[in-house]
């Protein structure tokens, strides 16, 4: 596949033609559109959001999207929404082996695996956690999902993700975010895996830096949106449309990748974590992990976010006099955590890459035993720890797991073993 081109800025108004002379100078809907076009509008926002919060793009296209024909339920296995399909399960910490790729001819669509989930779409409030397997392209199928935006974290395999805008190539490593409501899909390189936040709520935007100042964690140049890309061939599509929590699919006769021009704000992007700027302990004790905030999606509560993605990349460690994984905690905040590659420092054999774990609102959790004792009798030397990526979901609603999480057979089903070797130390 050849190197794509980008256009850099997150939140910037971006625009791209794929033709020359497709976009209409100075206004958004001409009495005819260059080229025969259609023009049409794609909010991601209220219109009278503020300006600051207001997303919306023009898109000029060969037909409009009201012209795919009636949607018929289609049937997905695994794919649950909201707290309503969450089950009901103790406060204990859970953790997931990474599941196995399909022995069928899966899509993206199909591989996906719903593992937890709060809120109400229909309520625009909370997440919900994917895993995807995959081994299939999505041909002449594509997705929209009308329920919430897509954060796409792949963990194995390369995806291309074409959509309305345009094409991204996403490697792990990187992130993909994809707009509630833009058709996309995706072709892969062979077998992959990989996590989903699926966010109901506010959309993600880059958190506010206080005093850190104006530069420093994702920087806002470092995302990238598509350019203008249209599908040529011709031919019948597939439209599959999460909404309200079911999948609906419609059969159209075009390609709905048939933007020739764009411009607007509400557009995907992708963000390769090798360019987040960390900042850590450079004196002592371990810094609460919203220090390493990518995107948050707040919730109407200052502070308390519907959803914050947080990475642990690579970073050195120098904190004197200090005990430098995370510490033991209980926090108010539920946490999804997942690895995309390497060991994470405060379970450095348990969790494996393309695993999970969830330590739900009050669930206490913290490095296990290898790790505290490792910790706690370290050389405090500066030291690099290399070669790791993990992240986090966090979100102030508690996650419910769903069935396919309890019993689809990746559960651990002895993880709280792992600090039973925690003893009493006390001297008196
Ligand atoms: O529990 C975890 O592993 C995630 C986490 C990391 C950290 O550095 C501090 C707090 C926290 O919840
Ligand atoms: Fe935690």
Same mark, same amino acid.
């Given at each position: 596949?050849?190197?794509?081109?980008?256009?850099?800025?997150?939140?910037?108004?971006?625009?791209?033609?794929?033709?020359?002379?497709?976009?209409?100078?100075?206004?958004?809907?001409?009495?005819?559109?260059?080229?025969?076009?259609?023009?049409?509008?794609?909010?991601?926002?209220?219109?009278?959001?503020?300006?600051?919060?207001?997303?919306?793009?023009?898109?000029?296209?060969?037909?409009?999207?009201?012209?795919?024909?009636?949607?018929?339920?289609?049937?997905?296995?695994?794919?649950?929404?909201?707290?309503? @399909?969450?089950?009901?399960?103790?406060?204990?910490?859970?953790?997931? /082996?990474?599941?196995?790729?399909?022995?069928?001819?899966?899509?993206?669509?199909?591989?996906?695996?719903?593992?937890?989930?709060?809120?109400?779409?229909?309520?625009?409030?909370?997440?919900?956690?994917?895993?995807?397997?995959?081994?299939?392209?999505?041909?002449?199928? /594509?997705?929209?999902?009308?329920?919430?935006?897509?954060?796409?974290?792949?963990?194995?395999?390369?995806?291309?993700?074409?959509?309305?805008?345009?094409?991204?190539?996403? /490697?792990?490593?990187?992130?993909?975010?994809?707009?509630?409501?833009?058709?996309?899909?995706? @072709?892969?390189?062979?077998?992959?895996?990989?996590?989903?936040?699926?966010?109901?709520?506010?959309?993600?935007?880059?958190?506010?830096?206080?005093?850190?100042?104006?530069?420093?964690?994702?920087?806002?140049?470092?995302?990238? /949106?598509?350019?203008?890309?249209?599908?040529?061939?011709?031919?019948?599509?597939?439209?599959?449309?999460?909404?309200?929590?079911?999948? *609906?699919?419609?059969?159209?006769?075009?390609?709905?990748?048939?933007?020739?021009? *764009?411009?607007?704000?509400?557009?995907?992007?992708?963000?390769?974590?090798?360019?987040?700027?960390?900042?850590?302990?450079?004196?002592?004790?371990?810094?609460?992990?919203?220090?390493?905030?990518?995107?948050?999606?707040?919730?109407?509560?200052?502070? $308390?976010?519907?959803?914050?993605?947080?990475?642990?990349?690579?970073? $050195?460690?120098?904190?004197?006099?200090?005990?430098?994984?995370? $510490?033991?905690?209980?926090?108010?905040?539920? @946490?999804?955590?997942?690895?995309?590659?390497?060991?994470?420092?405060?379970?450095?054999?348990?969790?494996?890459?393309?695993?999970?774990?969830?330590?739900?609102?009050?669930?206490?959790?913290?490095?296990?035993? @290898?790790?505290?004792?490792?910790?706690?009798?370290?050389?405090?030397?500066?030291?690099?720890?290399?070669?790791?990526?993990?992240?986090?979901?966090?979100?102030?609603?508690?996650?419910?797991?769903?069935?396919?999480?309890?019993?689809?057979?990746?559960?651990?089903?002895?993880?709280?073993?792992?600090?039973?070797?925690?003893?009493?130390?006390?001297?008196?």
């Amino acid at each position: 596949m050849s190197a794509l081109n980008y256009s850099a800025g997150f939140g910037n108004q971006h625009q791209s033609e794929a033709i020359a002379g497709s976009l209409p100078i100075g206004r958004n809907s001409p009495q005819k559109v260059a080229r025969g076009l259609y023009a049409e509008l794609l909010s991601g926002s209220a219109f009278t959001a503020p300006r600051n919060e207001n997303l919306r793009s023009w898109l000029y296209r060969r037909q409009p999207s009201v012209v795919v024909g009636s949607f018929l339920p289609l049937a997905h296995a695994y794919l649950c929404t909201g707290a309503r @399909e969450g089950q009901v399960s103790p406060p204990d910490p859970m953790r997931w /082996a990474p599941i196995e790729m399909p022995a069928e001819p899966t899509d993206f669509v199909e591989g996906l695996r719903t593992m937890a989930v709060n809120g109400d779409p229909d309520a625009q409030l909370g997440i919900a956690t994917h895993l995807y397997v995959a081994n299939q392209s999505m041909g002449r199928r /594509a997705f929209i999902n009308a329920d919430g935006e897509m954060l796409i974290v792949p963990q194995q395999g390369v995806l291309r993700i074409a959509t309305e805008l345009g094409l991204l190539d996403v /490697a792990p490593g990187e992130i993909a975010l994809l707009p509630r409501g833009m058709a996309f899909k995706v @072709e892969l390189d062979g077998p992959s895996r990989g996590y989903v936040c699926e966010n109901y709520g506010a959309a993600f935007r880059l958190p506010e830096l206080g005093p850190i100042g104006s530069n420093g964690l994702a920087n806002a140049r470092d995302f990238l /949106a598509p350019v203008a890309a249209f599908e040529a061939t011709p031919g019948a599509y597939e439209i599959v449309k999460k909404y309200g929590g079911s999948l *609906w699919c419609a059969v159209q006769a075009h390609s709905p990748f048939n933007v020739v021009a *764009w411009h607007g704000n509400l557009t995907p992007y992708k963000y390769d974590t090798k360019h987040f700027m960390t900042i850590g302990s450079i004196s002592f004790d371990h810094p609460d992990p919203s220090i390493f905030t990518v995107l948050t999606s707040p919730s109407d509560t200052a502070g $308390w976010a519907n959803c914050d993605f947080v990475i642990f990349p690579p970073r $050195w460690m120098v904190a004197e006099d200090s005990f430098r994984p995370p $510490w033991y905690h209980r926090n108010v905040m539920s @946490e999804y955590m997942g690895l995309v590659l390497g060991q994470y420092d405060a379970k450095p054999e348990g969790f494996k890459p393309g695993g999970s774990s969830l330590h739900n609102a009050y669930v206490p959790h913290g490095p296990d035993t @290898e790790a505290f004792d490792k910790a706690s009798n370290a050389d405090l030397a500066p030291h690099k720890l290399d070669n790791t990526l993990a992240f986090m979901f966090e979100t102030r609603w508690r996650l419910l797991p769903t069935e396919f999480a309890l019993k689809g057979g990746a559960l651990e089903t002895n993880y709280a073993a792992c600090w039973a070797g925690l003893t009493d130390n006390f001297q008196e």
